[in-house]
T-cell receptor, first 112, second 117 residues
Framework: GQQVMQIPQYQHVQEGEDFTTYCNSS?????IQWYKQRPGGHPVFLIQ?????EVKKQKRLTFQFGEAKKNSSLHITATQTTDVGTYFC????????????FGSGTRLSIRP | GAVVSQHPSRVICKSGTSVKIECRSL??????MFWYRQFPKQSLMLMAT?????????EQGVEKDKFLINHASLTLSTLTVTSAHPEDSSFYIC?????????????FGEGSRLTVL
């Protein structure tokens, strides 16, 4: 099946700095979802992108879907300690694109 | 948003015993539920898709006789780890979509941390 590669694996930033994580696929994706998992917690849905070149914003978070629908990024402006966690991209796969396969994740830690 | 409840949150068992994990959709019906497994500091690996009233669909490499999945109602799916061994120790998380939708966000349970001694 499709594989979605996510980079970087880890990111350690000073509070207030920006953070970006990238997902890349060798094949065209029908959509891409982003989830956040806090340490010890379960994944929580952030957003879904469907259209080529789509950009969505949620406060300090900006999500992009590439024009070719093969890559996506999540950018956090001016990180805060509450942003700590692992961010996963995920894509729909399977015959009916009904199952969600997760990328490897980027673990964000923040120096106060 | 929709709520998915998973029980137990933590379980410790002896090697060779079986453990059942329940996943319930509390305020919605879920035709399909998904079971994931997560090792420490790793991603979520899809184990199987649980379909109400029919057999589960297992991902490649997942033993269906070891990880028994039952989806007897629109609000309950269970995962039974049979004859558990230490290498089965992991974080098991279920998720579901609302109704019969095949797209859209997944709602996750709180997860069940299994430790096999």
């Amino acid at each position: 099946g499709q594989q979605v590669m996510q980079i970087p694996q880890y990111q350690h930033v000073q509070e207030g700095e920006d953070f970006t994580t990238y997902c890349n696929s060798s094949t065209t994706l029908s959509n891409i979802q982003w989830y956040k998992q806090r340490p010890g917690g379960h994944p929580v849905f952030l957003i879904q992108l469907v259209k080529s070149g789509e950009v969505k914003k949620q406060k300090r978070l900006t999500f992009q879907f590439g024009e070719a629908k093969k890559n996506s990024s999540l950018h956090i402006t001016a990180t805060q300690t509450t942003d700590v966690g692992t961010y996963f991209c995920a894509s729909a796969q399977g015959s009916s694109a009904s199952k969600i396969i997760f990328g490897s994740g980027t673990r964000l830690s923040i120096r106060p | 948003g929709a709520v998915v409840s998973q029980h137990p949150s933590r379980v410790i068992c002896k090697s060779g015993t079986s453990v059942k994990i329940e996943c319930r959709s509390l305020d919605f019906q879920a035709t399909t539920m998904f079971w994931y497994r997560q090792f420490p500091k790793q991603s979520l690996m899809l184990m199987a898709t649980s379909n109400e009233g029919s057999k589960a669909t297992y991902e490649q490499g997942v033993e269906k006789d070891k990880f028994l999945i039952n989806h007897a109602s629109l609000t309950l799916s269970t995962l039974t780890v049979t004859s558990a061994h230490p290498e089965d120790s992991s974080f098991y998380i279920c998720s579901a979509r609302v109704g019969t939708s095949t797209t859209g966000e997944l709602f996750f349970g709180e997860g069940s941390r299994l430790t096999v001694l």
